[in-house]
Nanobody, 124 residues
C-alpha cells in the first residue's frame, strides 16, 4: 500500500520559516521524481516544486524558487520542503506527490500518488 504522509504544517506569522516533510512507503522512492503542490481555498491546485530521482535537478513553480527549497533523502525515503519568508499568500494545503516524470512543466496529470496534505497558515 502506497503512503505519502506529510508533516510539519502549522500556523505561523508572516516572515517565519517552516519545513514540510513527506514520509513515503509502499513505493520505490529512489526511482520516482517527487515534489509538492499546494491548494489555497477556492483556487486550483498549484505546482510548487519537484526534485528528480537523484536529487540533482530541481524545478519550481512561478516565483517559488526565491523562498522555497526542495530536497530528498533516498536512504530515509523522505522528501522535504524548506519554506522561508512566508507570506499570507502561501496559506494553503500542501500535498506531497510522486510523479511519472521530471519536468519543469508538470501538471496534476503527471502525479502518480498523492499525500493527504498538510495545512500551512500564515497570519499577517
Amino acid at each position: 500500500q502506497v503512503q505519502l504522509v506529510e508533516s510539519g504544517g502549522g500556523l505561523v506569522q508572516t516572515g517565519a520559516s517552516l519545513t514540510l516533510s513527506c514520509a513515503a512507503s509502499g513505493i520505490t522512492f529512489s526511482r520516482l521524481p517527487m515534489g509538492w503542490f499546494r491548494q489555497a481555498p477556492g483556487k486550483e491546485r498549484e505546482f510548487v516544486a519537484l526534485i528528480n530521482r537523484l536529487g540533482s535537478i530541481t524545478y519550481y513553480g512561478d516565483h517559488m524558487e526565491d523562498r522555497f527549497a526542495i530536497s530528498r533523502d533516498n536512504d530515509k525515503n523522505t522528501l522535504s520542503l524548506q519554506m522561508n519568508s512566508l507570506k499570507p499568500g502561501d496559506t494553503a494545503v500542501y500535498y506531497c506527490a510522486a510523479f511519472k516524470r521530471a519536468s519543469p512543466e508538470v501538471t496534476k496529470s503527471d502525479v502518480t500518488y498523492w499525500g493527504q496534505g498538510t495545512q500551512v497558515t500564515v497570519a499577517s
